[in-house]
């Protein structure tokens, strides 16, 4: 039933996950299915809550039966008879209900245990989102590259025109050619950039590091924001676990005071006595059984109490270290939110410059057309065109890296 819960809060994240993205849902919903189906991290602590639930098993059970058995070397002589030797069964039992405090207290742990997968997913599903957003800003910055370095060729084309009929010098010629190197070799890096990411993003799937990871060709900001509730975090699985972990300091003092009640034991001594044989009566030679009862009882019960007081302490402690974490949850809310906010203006604000770029570009064209190009200012224009260009893709990327931390935090 655990694995079944898990399974639906996850497809029910999901579905939420997805709902403030764009067209790249699909191809990244695939990607997150993969990881979670196959990350060895996620596989390691659904292999810790199983054994944390096994654990159970073991500690439901009472004390071993003792057995003895002895010899007599030198054989009392009773009236009865000589002994000659003794078997003895012996078994303790807890008192009532301290089995069931033990199992109690395994299973809340088993519990806490359980948050540990969650949580490990929902990071994991957040590694994924950002990778994947930073190989779409690669690949976006890749293309806006090719495409400056081609207009550049057009520029350069344009250039040795005019140098040919003397409206341009050759060092035009070759601050485009320059500039074209220079473009060059940034799409380079970021090529190499590009694999090292797509390395990292197919660690984090558990497959080879060379399998190409398909990526969306454009990505925009959406019109509105998907609502958020701040009062979510309270249900955040990194909170929970810290409520479980309470509990299970709760549970290990109910153990403690049971733990601190006696013990019961019954026993059972049989002696083996041999016949007089100088004699005749009735019970002679009779063996001696004798069943037993005994009670441990704690009297120097300082060890209980001492547990007791590290619960109280264990339990304030796990009570501020939950308020630390909902603060750090809470600033890093806000900060992306704010973040997420940011990019969207800027986003807005690089659209716009880029179009007033565009705009400069087609009267530079036209001045060409009259004879009075400066390709001075082409490398100018084209300069901060490349640069918004570049911006808005970061502005892309940074609003989806925000939503993904906030669906991290909140869905």
Do not use: C
């Not at 819960?5 to 997150?32: P, R």
């Not at 880029?354 to 064209?365: F, T």
């Amino acid at each position: 039933m655990k694995y079944r819960s898990i399974n639906l809060k996850l497809a029910l994240a999901l579905g939420s996950w997805f709902l403030g993205l764009s067209a790249d849902a699909q191809q990244l919903e695939v990607l997150i299915d993969e990881a979670l189906m196959n990350n060895p991290e996620i596989q390691k602590f659904e292999l810790q809550y199983k054994r944390a639930s096994e654990k159970v098993n073991e500690v439901n059970t009472i004390p071993n039966t003792e057995f003895g058995v002895g010899y007599f070397v030198s054989e009392p002589e009773t009236r009865t008879g000589a002994q000659r030797f003794k078997v003895s069964a012996k078994q303790m039992l807890p008192w009532f209900g301290t089995i069931t405090a033990r199992g109690n207290y395994v299973g809340s742990l088993a519990d806490a245990k359980y948050e540990d997968i969650v949580i490990a997913k929902r990071k994991l599903m957040a590694s994924v989102s950002q990778s994947y957003y930073n190989l779409y800003a690669n690949k976006a910055k890749q293309g806006v590259l090719t495409e400056n370095i081609e207009l550049l060729e057009t520029y350069e084309t344009l250039a040795l025109t005019s140098v040919e009929v003397g409206k341009a010098s050759a060092v035009d010629v070759l601050r485009l050619q320059m500039r074209q190197n220079e473009m060059q070799q940034l799409k380079d890096v970021l090529h190499h950039q590009f694999l090292a990411e797509q390395s990292y993003l197919n660690n984090l799937l558990n497959r080879d590091n060379g399998v190409s990871v398909t990526i969306i060709d454009a990505l925009d900001i959406p019109s509105e924001d998907f609502e958020m509730n701040a009062g979510d975090l309270d249900v955040h699985p990194e909170l929970l676990k810290y409520d479980k972990l309470y509990r299970s300091v709760a549970q290990s003092e109910l153990l403690n005071q049971k733990e601190s009640l006696p013990m019961i034991g019954f026993g059972l001594d049989y002696i083996n006595v041999d016949e007089r044989p100088d004699m005749s009566f009735s019970d002679n030679g009779k063996d001696i059984v004798m069943p037993m009862v005994s009670l441990s009882i704690p009297i120097f019960n300082k060890k209980n109490k001492s547990q007791t007081k590290q619960n109280e302490l264990e339990q304030q402690e796990i009570t501020a270290q939950k308020q630390e974490r909902l603060n750090t949850l809470e600033t890093l809310l806000d900060k992306v939110t704010n973040e997420r906010i940011s990019a969207r203006i800027s986003y807005a604000i690089q659209a716009k410059n880029l179009k007033q770029a565009k705009d400069a570009e087609d009267i530079l064209i036209k001045s060409y057309e009259t004879g009075t190009i400066d390709f001075n200012d082409v490398l100018d224009i084209q300069e901060l065109q490349l640069k918004f260009q570049m911006n808005q893709i970061e502005s892309i990327k940074s609003y989806y890296v925000a939503t993904t931390i906030i669906n991290y935090l909140i869905q």
